[in-house]
């Protein structure tokens, strides 16, 4: 066997994911993908499918190509391969048909997994074993959370899978903002990444609920609710129509 994790796609997430087992050590990965560029050191990327059979077949292609792609390592999977799913909108059901002799598990991690930040949400109906090994691959990448109903990954996909790119989006428009008030560009930049930085790290470490972490920042009208009077009216609207839309998409694939 040539590696016991199979890597088929090295976007984005596939790239975020394999850089954390490099960092935690976790064995041999081969990575399926004909254009996967900037790989960790010591591993190897394969046009077609190695020789061997995994023990661990991670999926990270696109949704639309999924089957097409799944279809050059069906052969070489079985009872001894735990095949795990990171696609959005894909179903169990939907692996199973191309997969049917192997545990699946779906899941639902996101872009912080390379600094083992991310949270992944996962669902089975595999048992114990496909749990223990789907913690084992996803609990170096930072946080787990079960799904009890499968139907629940279309809201997941669109609050946490989405969500980083939500983030980095308001951290380009606060840098903007502060450009607007007449800062210097990198000086904004700097300001806003270390902000947003520092209230998400504030939120982890503090359970107090967020509305209240927020007042705290607030005095009575002072310069933050000056702001915050501006922003708050719509953005609870909008934050909801860009997870439904999310959601919708999310559904559309498995479509």
């Known amino acids: 066997m040539s590696a016991p994790i199979w890597l088929l796609g090295c976007g984005n997430m596939g790239g975020a994911l394999l850089r954390r087992w490099v960092a935690e ?40 190509i999924w089957r097409e792609a799944a279809a050059a390592v069906a052969a070489v999977t079985g009872p001894m391969t735990l095949v795990v799913s990171v696609m959005a909108g894909v179903t169990t059901a939907d692996l199973a048909s191309v997969f049917p002799k192997s545990a699946i598990v779906r899941a639902m991690p996101n872009t912080p997994a390379a600094i083992g930040m991310a949270v992944t949400a996962l669902f089975t109906t595999a048992g114990d074993l496909a749990e223990g090994a789907a913690e084992a691959l996803f609990g170096p990448a930072g946080t787990t959370v079960w799904l009890s109903d499968e139907g629940d990954f279309d809201a997941v996909t669109a609050v946490s899978g989405s969500g980083p790119a939500y983030v980095f989006a308001f951290i380009e428009a606060l840098a903007a903002a502060g450009v607007a008030a007449g800062l210097e560009a990198g000086l904004a930049e700097r300001l806003a990444r270390g902000t947003v930085s520092g209230a998400a790290a504030l939120a982890v470490v503090d359970s107090t609920p967020a509305g209240v972490l927020r007042e705290r920042v607030t005095s009575p009208g002072g310069t933050t609710a000056a702001g915050l009077a501006v922003l708050v009216p719509g953005l609870g609207e909008l934050v909801t129509a860009a997870v439904a839309a999310a959601a919708a998409r999310s559904r559309g694939l498995s479509g």
């Open 25 to 64: 050590d976790m064995g041999p990965v081969a990575v399926i993908d004909p254009v996967a560029k900037d790989l960790p050191a010591g591993v190897e990327a394969y046009a077609v499918p190695p020789v061997g059979r995994p023990d661990v077949l991670v999926l990270a292609v696109k949704p639309q």
